[in-house]
């Protein structure tokens, strides 16, 4: 069978199996019209049938998670973990609470960390989970009760050298406290190293918290390089104003750039004189409120609550909110503004239509399983540091995340260039990058 055939048959079997499941589909079909060139030169992987057994994830946890509410009423949501990829390490990756989880959306996330994890170079499998809980309007009682509810199930899944859970949307250091306290109280135990994204007073990692936006930012700004170019003086846009993207914001900053927009679900807000982020922080972490709120307390900004803030001229586009936030107009509109790089800090926040008006425009184009490998690789880190009983300052820890971003970097631009799509093919590079250190190793391990 040639590698074109052999591709469409795993990516058919894949909607087949998988009915519904648009973003997992999409993911897959991502992934896969990168390895051509890869298969061509490893026939042993399709006669090995690797990509098969990389589209269907080793196991899939599902299950309730019953909870009761400040009014005394039984909730009940669902929870997920798919642990897909163990080849390099133990399943390494987020949960996500938000309304809109579901096994698509967990598998979507987990196929592409397998890759992610891979690029970081760190030894970490893949894996995600999360639960259709929204931790909006929630007080902290209710976030914990769900928390420990969800734990109540997990935790009989999960390990230091099984299956390290850490945070994504609507997950931060709250929510891994009130899940580490729970793991801890079945177990007896106190395994620092089953979860990452802890506080640093009790095993978390100097520099966790900042690590995916600052990471997105230093991927960016290797990027610009190789076009002579820099942050400095430069006009950027970062969707979103969660945890990834408060922290590109100030890390564009310490760099010299100005970000002049950012976003929430409810809206966006444009700031010229450059988004005050720690203004920003106390409205979104500590206080939950809408960006609305940014706008009324500084005078420079406006908040717009309808339109899109990709329609804000700028030099570089930093998405941090959600997936396939980027649509086909947006590109347009960003690339008619003069955009010079796109670098995604979010999990596939462009739609492919996007991706291919960027492609053919030549803007360079940062795919997120390169760009936003900070947070993982940092994980990896703190699972180093809790192995060691050991803590390291904030300075050594992100000199160590700003090298493994030059490494992915190079290792993009150095794969992409070997398998004929030229260096600046980020994409194929990640793809391809990724793809090779766990076909290697799923091939070394047997037909397991
Ligand atoms: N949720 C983050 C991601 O998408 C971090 C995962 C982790 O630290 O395990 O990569």
């Known amino acids: 069978m040639d590698v074109s055939t052999h591709i469409e048959a795993v990516q058919a079997e894949v909607r087949r199996r998988n009915p519904g499941e648009a973003e997992f589909h999409q993911a897959v079909t991502e992934v896969l019209s990168s390895l051509g060139p890869a298969l061509v030169r490893h026939p042993e992987y399709v006669r090995g049938a690797v990509v098969d057994r990389l589209c269907e994830p080793e196991r899939q946890v599902v299950f309730r998670v019953p909870w009761v509410d400040d009014e005394g009423a039984v909730r009940v949501n669902r929870g997920f973990r798919i642990e897909f990829n163990s080849a390099l390490g133990p399943y390494k990756g987020g949960l996500r609470f938000h309304p809109s989880v579901n096994l698509g959306i967990v598998?979507?996330?987990g196929f592409e960390q397998i890759f992610k994890n891979a690029l970081t170079g760190m030894g970490i499998g893949?894996?995600?989970?999360?639960?259709?809980?929204?931790?909006?309007?929630?007080s902290d009682a209710e976030v914990m009760r769900f928390c420990q509810s969800f734990m109540t199930e997990l935790y009989r899944h999960i390990g230091e050298r099984t299956d390290v859970p850490a945070g994504d949307i609507g997950v931060g250091g709250r929510e891994i406290g009130y899940l580490f306290g729970q793991y801890k109280r079945l177990t007896n135990r106190f395994d620092a190293g089953v979860l990452t994204g802890k506080p640093v007073a009790w095993g978390g990692s100097h520099a966790r918290t900042e690590a995916t936006g600052y990471g997105a930012v230093f991927f960016a700004e290797e990027m610009l390089a190789t076009r002579g170019a820099s942050f400095d003086g430069r006009r950027v846009v970062v969707s979103g104003s969660g945890n990834v993207a408060l922290y590109a914001i100030e890390k564009v900053h310490a760099l010299g750039g100005r970000v002049v927009a950012c976003s929430d679900s409810s809206g966006y807000v444009v700031?010229?004189?450059?988004?005050?982020?720690?203004?920003?922080?106390?409205?979104?972490?500590?206080?939950?409120?809408?960006?609305?709120?940014?706008?009324?307390?500084?005078?420079?900004?406006?908040?717009?609550?309808?339109?899109?803030?990709?329609?804000?001229?700028?030099?570089?586009?930093?998405?941090?909110?959600?997936?396939?936030?980027?649509?086909?107009?947006?590109?347009?509109?960003?690339?008619?503004?003069?955009?010079?790089?796109?670098?995604e800090g979010a999990n596939m926040p462009s739609t492919p239509e996007a991706v291919e008006v960027f492609r053919?425009?030549?803007?360079?184009?940062?795919?997120?399983?390169?760009?936003?490998?900070?947070?993982?690789?940092?994980s990896a880190l703190e699972m180093q540091q809790n192995a060691a009983r050991d803590?390291?300052?904030?300075?050594?820890?992100?000199?160590?995340?700003?090298?493994v971003m030059?490494?992915?970097?190079?290792e993009c631009r150095r794969t992409a260039e070997e398998y004929g799509g030229g260096a600046d093919d980020y994409v194929l590079g990640a793809n391809i990058a990724g793809f090779l250190r766990v076909a290697d190793a799923m091939q070394a391990q047997g037909i397991v």
Do not use: M
């Open 107 to 109: 598998k979507f996330l």
């Open 391 to 403: 803590r390291w300052t904030f300075d050594q820890t992100e000199a160590r995340l700003a090298a």
């Open 360 to 378: 053919e425009a030549g803007i360079l184009f940062g795919p997120g399983k390169a760009a936003n490998a900070g947070g993982v690789a940092t």
């Open 271 to 343: 700031d010229e004189d450059g988004i005050d982020v720690e203004l920003l922080k106390e409205i979104k972490e500590v206080r939950r409120e809408r960006l609305s709120v940014y706008a009324e307390a500084r005078p420079t900004a406006r908040f717009s609550a309808r339109g899109t803030l990709y329609d804000v001229p700028c030099d570089v586009a930093l998405p941090c909110a959600t997936q396939n936030e980027i649509r086909r107009e947006d590109a347009v509109a960003l690339t008619k503004n003069g955009v010079l790089a796109v670098v």
């Open 406 to 410: 030059r490494d992915v970097h190079a």
């Open 126 to 138: 893949g894996g995600k989970g999360g639960s259709d809980f929204d931790p909006r309007g929630r």
